[in-house]
């Protein structure tokens, strides 16, 4: 079974460009959670969707950020315009079903953006 | 509010060395505690977890006690490898939400 895919695996933009980053979760995965590690710091929640719903979308740092998961399958996550504190690493995990505080995330390897 | 702290890195061990990485963490009511590992150019992977008071999670050698009293987990290892250089992250769930700490870099050498 394939695990949590994330494209592109790196990116590098210039500052005011658009990037989208996309996260393929595990099959039949209705939750979908995107998060954040700055250089440094620890990983942040940014939201959650159920299925396609977004759930809690409290981590989000500005309207700069855009999450969507159409048809509750793939999910993106649009910056626009970037600016260089966006640079990170962005993680996406999915998980069966809502554990209530006991279940386990899958995550994907992350995708590694740097804004210049 | 629901946090994680964790030792700061990096950490540099030879190999057969013994390792702890210390976390500690603040959460209402009773979260389950994991331990995440990260190794190069791969995701994040579950290493082990406890879901209660005093349950030990173990994994590929790895320990980590969930302590109440102390609001402490930390990961232990008798004898680490070479194949253990990763970054390491104590993390909590409270609700559908994971909190992390910063991530602790290990690298053996041989």
């Known amino acids: 079974e394939a695990g949590v895919t994330q494209f592109p695996s790196h990116s590098v933009i210039e500052k005011g460009q658009t990037v989208t980053l996309r996260c393929d979760p595990i099959s039949g995965h209705d939750n979908l959670y995107w998060y954040r590690r700055v250089m440094g710091k620890e990983i942040k929640f940014l939201l959650h969707?159920?299925?396609?719903?977004?759930?809690?979308e409290s981590g989000m740092p500005n309207n700069r950020f855009l999450a969507e998961r159409t048809g509750g399958t793939y999910s993106t996550l649009k910056v626009q315009p970037a600016e260089l504190e966006d640079s990170g690493v962005y993680f996406c995990?999915?998980?069966?079903?809502?554990?209530?505080?006991?279940?386990?995330?899958?995550f994907g390897q992350g995708t590694r953006l740097t804004v210049v | 509010g629901n946090s994680v702290t964790q030792m700061e890195g990096p950490v540099t061990l030879s190999e057969e060395a013994f390792l702890t990485i210390n976390c500690t963490y603040t959460?209402?009511?009773?979260?389950?505690l994991f331990w995440y590992v990260q190794y190069p150019g791969e995701g994040l992977q579950l290493l082990l977890k406890?879901?209660?008071?005093?349950d030990k999670g173990s994994n590929k050698g790895f320990e980590a006690t969930y302590r109440k009293e102390t609001t402490s987990f930390h990961l232990e290892k008798g004898s680490v490898q070479v194949s253990d250089s990763a970054v390491y992250f104590c993390?909590?769930?409270?609700?559908?939400?994971?909190?992390f700490g910063t991530g602790t870099s290990l690298t053996v050498i041989p």
């Open positions: 995990a999915s998980s069966q079903v809502r554990s209530g505080g006991k279940g386990e995330a899958f």
């Open positions: 993390a909590l769930i409270s609700g559908n939400q994971f909190y």
């Open positions: 969707f159920v299925k396609e719903s977004k759930q809690d």
């Open positions: 959460a209402t009511g009773y979260p389950s």
């Open positions: 406890a879901t209660k008071a005093d």
